[in-house]
């Protein structure tokens, strides 16, 4: 791989105790996700791929193609969400200045690579479609994978591509491959998911390709009744049981899941949390179904007749119904705020309004929002998100405080 405008970016270490600088970690990572993706370095003439670092190789957020300028600009224009007015004015700069060749000053950094094989030229036998790759460089998480979106050389957007970087992204990407099949057959009207276009292995990677969702069309504004309306059909779209908590598998689960991290000092407590969560409320009746298992602001799009949802690796059958509305709205505060502890109780307030619009009994609101944070902490520690750098990640400061002083007001 070949550097132009900056040096390599420099390696840093990871330790729960340290804040990763954001910018250093992208950095460090757009490497590993080019060698992953272009793993056979040429002798020869080789297949050779360049890209533009946007907006710099110090904090990378995006790689797209230095050609043609169209497809450029274009992979730019469809990534992410501005989150504010600013944000998007230097995206519409950067669109500009890429469509009129202007870009050199403001994008100087590049990458360009040789290889034998890469993830473009397999895409495009696979897929019998000329696609041109933009890579997406995302924060630091254990669950960070590498994302391509996939462009036809008119600039549309005609797919995204998630490849595995290690065994848990393997994982999640099996499992993301397995409920977008099993939501093709849902009767969804309130929400649209991704169709897999290609799902398969290469050079050790999973690779799942799902066709592109609409989400240059018009956006409309998002009610409290239609999110809430949107998650009840997800969480009734498949079985929905009832039962008391003690008997049910999905405590079961979570008790194997919580000690397999019980070595883990949060995991200790969290081991506790739940152990006192199974005795005062075991003979509690709930309603089970599924849930999104990330259902966020960034992961949809609000349309007039319709809402685009993606990221569905972490969908599951069984769970509390009612645990997408808790997590919607803490990730939705947390992921923004200064204080996560403060973002988690002034959920915490709002739990028997959010809740209200999914039939949990008054009684059953608090116990299923402390077990959607047993469950999220469960996840956290199992993915050592804290040891990737993850924001949230460290939850002896936010998560798990939140939960035992919740348990110890109630007795």
């Known amino acids: 791989m070949e550097w132009t405008g900056v040096p390599q970016a420099p390696s840093y270490g990871r330790t729960t105790d340290v804040t990763i600088d954001d910018g250093a970690a992208r950095a460090a990572y757009l490497q590993d996700v080019v060698k992953a993706l272009y793993p056979q370095p040429a002798d020869g003439p080789g297949e ?34 501005p989150r504010n007015r600013v944000a998007k004015l230097k995206r519409q700069a950067v669109v500009l200045a890429l469509r009129t060749g202007t870009h050199r000053w403001l994008l100087p950094d590049r990458v360009r690579v040789a290889t034998t094989d890469s993830i473009e030229s397999h895409l495009r036998r696979v897929l019998d479609e000329p696609v041109i790759p933009s890579i997406h460089i995302g924060p630091a998480r254990a669950n960070r994978k590498a994302v391509v979106q996939l462009l036809r050389p008119d600039g549309r957007t005609v797919g995204f591509a998630k490849v595995s970087t290690g065994a848990l992204t393997q994982r999640l990407v099996r499992e993301e491959t397995v409920a977008l099949q099993s939501l093709a057959d849902a009767d969804l009207r309130l929400v649209t998911v991704p169709q897999v276009w290609y799902a398969g292995n290469w050079a050790g990677h999973e690779i799942l390709v799902q066709r592109a969702l609409p989400v240059w069309a018009p956006r409309a504004a998002l009610s409290p009744g239609r999110l809430a309306a949107a998650m009840r059909e997800l969480a009734e779209c498949t079985q929905v049981t009832e039962g008391p908590l003690g008997d049910s598998s999905y405590l079961a689960q979570l008790q194997q899941r919580v000690a397999a991290v019980a070595d883990h000092p949060d995991g200790a407590q969290l081991a506790e949390a739940l152990d006192r969560l199974t005795t005062v409320f075991g003979d509690l009746v709930l309603r089970y179904g599924s849930w999104h298992g990330d259902w966020t602001p960034w992961n949809m799009a609000v349309l007039e007749d319709t809402l685009l949802v993606w990221d569905w690796e972490r969908f599951s059958t069984g769970v509390p119904i009612g645990f997408d509305a808790v997590h919607y709205a803490l990730q939705s505060r947390a992921q923004v705020a200064a204080d996560p502890a403060q973002a988690l109780a002034t959920t915490l307030r709002e739990v028997p309004d959010l809740l209200a619009p999914f039939d949990v009994d008054a009684a059953a609101r608090e116990p ?44």
């Open 48 to 81: 050779r791929s360049e890209f533009l670092v946007v907006p710099h190789a110090r904090a990378p957020r995006l790689l797209v193609p230095a050609r043609p300028r169209r497809v450029a600009a274009a992979a730019v224009r469809r990534y992410a969400e």
């Open 368 to 411: 299923t929002a402390l077990l959607y944070l047993a469950d999220l902490a469960a996840r956290y520690l199992a993915d050592r998100q804290a040891e990737a750098g993850a924001r949230l990640g460290a939850l002896g400061t936010w998560l798990l405080p939140g939960l035992l002083g919740r348990l110890d007001h109630l007795g």
